[in-house]
């Protein structure tokens, strides 16, 4: 008897690239206020399978799958009227691995977790600590 998943149902499927992550982390961005969108000038969104060592060990992170998204960068609160030159830009780094086994794992379509992911990096340009970020979620409803 036939594994109802065998290779002829499991053909066609296949796990999102780094470049659908882009296309999908664009259309997220593209999706969100101009309000919003307009202080984000200069942002930039990069999509990696998962943080390196480096990364993970400053997040004090347990495995490689415990980080979904980063913002690095100067954000917002801490520019001064002079700006940042000769650094790099800010950046959000969304981790696909992570954020594909978050998915699975629950109910929202995956260009919702990654929408999400993304508001909460932007917040972090904002200069949001991730308890202010939790809270303004939590009024969200």
Known sequence: MASPLDDS???GL????LEDFEVLADAAFASLPSRFTRLC???????EDFPDE?????MECETEFDLLGLFRGHGLAQRDATGHTGEPPNMIWLYRRPLLDYWADGEDTLQEVITHVLVHEIGHHFGLSDEDIEEIELRAG
């Open 14 to 17: 296949r796990a999102p690239s």
């Open 9 to 11: 149902v499991l053909a």
């Open 54 to 58: 480096e990364i993970l060990e400053e």
């Open 41 to 47: 000038e200069g942002l930039v969104i990069h999509v």
